[in-house]
């Protein structure tokens, strides 16, 4: 069974960063796609970011310039990296394939 676990969230100053990991496992993951995704308090989880095994990626407009996803070729993790955090960027933040999801890693941006 494939499992994703999200690490790197915390506390961070509005103009700060984080990178935040998706570890996958399990004897079924095959890399085709990444997504992240983020959920505010009271509202919906919405698309963040997409890495795709072509290397093809895309973001949503909210983080176009700020945000960067990647891989580590060597291993089955793959990074969101934030910079220039604002605090609407607070959420919880998922990776997903497929039909999986991880448990989430909370990033809170407050002065």
């Known amino acids: 069974q494939v499992q994703l676990m999200e690490s790197g969230g915390g506390l961070v100053q509005p103009g700060g960063s984080l990178r935040l990991s998706c570890a996958a496992s399990?004897?079924?993951?095959?890399?085709?796609?990444i997504g992240w995704y983020r959920q505010a308090p009271g509202r919906q989880r919405d698309w963040v970011a997409l890495l795709r095994r072509d290397g093809y990626k895309n973001y949503a407009d909210s983080v176009k310039g700020r945000f960067t996803v990647s891989r580590d070729n060597t291993k089955n993790t793959f990074y969101l990296q934030m910079n220039s955090l604002k605090p609407e960027d607070t959420a919880v933040y998922y990776c997903?394939?497929?039909?999986?999801w991880g448990q989430g890693t909370l990033v809170t941006v407050s002065s």
């Open positions: 997903n394939t497929a039909s999986t």
């Open positions: 399990g004897p079924g993951f095959s890399f085709n796609t």
